[in-house]
């Protein structure tokens, strides 16, 4: 029995180290592009089974594909399949010149052709990475998250563009936790990352690093992803929700400001005013580096922002005592951005969408 333990003992530390050793190559993994002749002969196999019989056709694409004989870029193989493509591809070139409308229309091109199970995998993975990054560009972050969940990083030929479209989906959603783990992935994990990639990414990183729970920068991001989702006519629940999130916490930032009211100046550093206290009732604007703690004369005491509908629907009287609190203590460029918003969600569109 004994030696049987001793021996049960060794292929349980095997074990852990089998799984630890599989755990580090995991997460030492690197994604690497594939190499330029094996990106043509993914081509060229598509094209075969696309039964081309114009020589014109075949002539374009044996240009752009350049017999093999140069070296290029992740970057610029991939905007070559998806030339390949549409050459040969009637529904592909179709998707694409919908794709490169001037004109963005409210609504994205319809995408059934990825949905084409008589496709191959290289031509799926790769027009769904061409999707992607067309709505991100057009700022459809929601749709274009849900595009990149289907498509797989090692499938596609180039992987960089791809975590780095979902990191921006990521980061204009405020995903912190995602959005770091996809960016971390990108400049850790990937081979042949642009230089423009990398900076931009590292920015994102930065940004989100910093984002604080409850603070202006968040209230800030909020209300932009609200614009921009009534911009493309999204009024349902979705937005809805979001506007609900930018009033809660809008409300929370003021109650936290009439609760500190009470004991110190308005801007610190100043002689102050009566009893040694701030002045509160200053016109001075507040900086842009903080909230003052003095509240003004107005007081939310009945929680006026948390109105069924929002600002965009107080009355007068409840909405100018609202605003007074910000005018006196919010940094002048969240004071106008709060300005814009209310505006633009008075004039909200018709529900629908999201």
Known sequence: MKQFRKQLGLIICAMMLVVASVMTTRATEVIAPPIDQDVRS?????????????????????????????????????????????????????????????????????????????????????????????????????????????TDVEKVVDPATLLFHKAVCEQQLLMKKEGLATIKRLLLNTEHVPTSYQRLAKLMQYELENLKDGSLGQVARLMSDVERRLELARGGEKVQQKEEEVVVLLDEIIERIENSGGGGGGGGGGSGGQDGKGDKNSSSPASDSKILAGTGPGQTDDKTLKKENGWGSLPPKEAARAKNIINRNFPPRYRNQLDEYFKKLAERPAEGGR
């Not at 075969?48 to 056709?57: C, E, F, K, L, M």
């Not at 609504?107 to 995998?121: G, M, S």
């Open 42 to 150: 993914d081509v060229l196999g598509w094209v075969a089974t696309q039964d081309v019989s114009d020589p014109a056709t075949v002539q374009q694409v044996g240009v752009l594909w350049n017999d093999g004989k140069s070296v290029t870029t992740p970057r610029r193989n991939f905007e070559n399949v998806i030339k390949t493509f549409a050459l040969v591809n009637g529904d592909a070139k179709q998707f694409v010149d919908a794709c490169e409308l001037v004109d963005v229309p409210l609504l994205p091109p319809e995408a059934k052709l990825l949905e084409d199970d008589l496709q191959t995998p290289f031509f799926s993975q790769n027009m769904r990475l061409y999707y992607g990054r067309y709505l991100t560009q057009i700022r459809m972050y929601d749709e274009a998250l849900e595009v990149f969940a289907k």
